[in-house]
């Protein structure tokens, strides 16, 4: 394969797009592997509406870098006739395909993430939809159901497709370590958010949000598209630009999370796509953990007694609280200094190549510094 470095984001707006086009055949997909199991029509439609409802409509984030990695490694494009041709006849084992589906199914393991985030944090809108749960007709119990099967499918898929590719083994371990770390960094967003220690050690509060961000944010919204397009590109494992690679994941997923947890407080629901909840649910936000370190006792006691109830004059003494701290304008300085922070690692200070051996993965391993960079200018200052 040629190799080019020079990803622009045309590029990666071509991507994007090319992963959009790709949907229906990937929802094909799922709906082929579901009539092997010889269910009622009535079944299969239900399943492929909570397919498309629940995973179309997002930015695309994920799936864009996976193919966004994959353009920049290797430089190469897919010919419109070729892919015309591949899809129209259905041979989903061509390696220019492959990326995508790999793509879709980040993609689908970020649904099924979305869809149990909802029910925990009894949330009411996803992706400016009512969640999935809320649906009439669906339900809690059937939600829960569906996260195992959106779960599932991933792997279904992945078999069905690639069980004959030298990566595809390497490729389902990836999926199955970063989903792992993820249900992990759940459980401290989720059960030790709620300990009182963080109220009396501001540095606790601290340093669970940075355990947060890495388990339950980095690893599978950065870390795993770009691992999976360094794969799919041929990297080997033992290249040791991957731990490179993740150690920026960490950094911008921090970043990614702490924002996402700004725009639950201050955010326009209608631009954010949802509601913010993490006050009602006493999650140890950016907000929350930074909060604690400039609070007076006092203020530190307002917040405790106030958050994690589901009642507005509540949520409303909290925020009135981040007002008196202006954590707006910390906010905005963290922001400038997270920034600054991950271009000095990835441009200046971490991102050498000297240390890879092999002259052709030297070479490849420098297109991934585009994809970053567009990672980062992606989420800085974002509204959704």
Known sequence: MDSSYNLTKDD?????GQLKDFFPKFLELAINELKTYGLSQNVLLYYSYAVQYNLQGGKMLRGTMVLSTVKSLCGTNIPENLMTQTLIVGMYNCNHLKQFIVAWCVELLQTSFLVADDIIDKSTKRRSNTCWYLVPTIGVSNAINDVMFLYTLIYRILFNTMKDSKKFLEIIETFNRVSMTT???QHLDIYESNSDVLFHDSKEATKLFAEICKNKTSYYSFFLPLKLGMMLSGVELSNLFYSKVESISILIGTL?????????????PDDFGKNGTDIQTRKCSWLLSQALTIASEEQKNLIKENIGHDDNSKVDVVKSIYRELEMDKHFLNYTLYAENKI????????????????????????GIKTVLKWCLELIINRSK
Do not use: P, T
């Open 12 to 16: 990666i707006h071509k991507c994007n």
């Open 183 to 185: 249900i992990l960094g």
């Open 256 to 268: 990614f999370q702490a924002q996402d947890d700004y725009l639950d407080c201050y955010g326009d």
């Open 343 to 366: 271009n000095r690692y990835c441009l200046v200070n971490k991102l050498q190549f000297s240390e890879i051996d092999k002259v052709e993965n030297q070479g490849k391993v420098v």
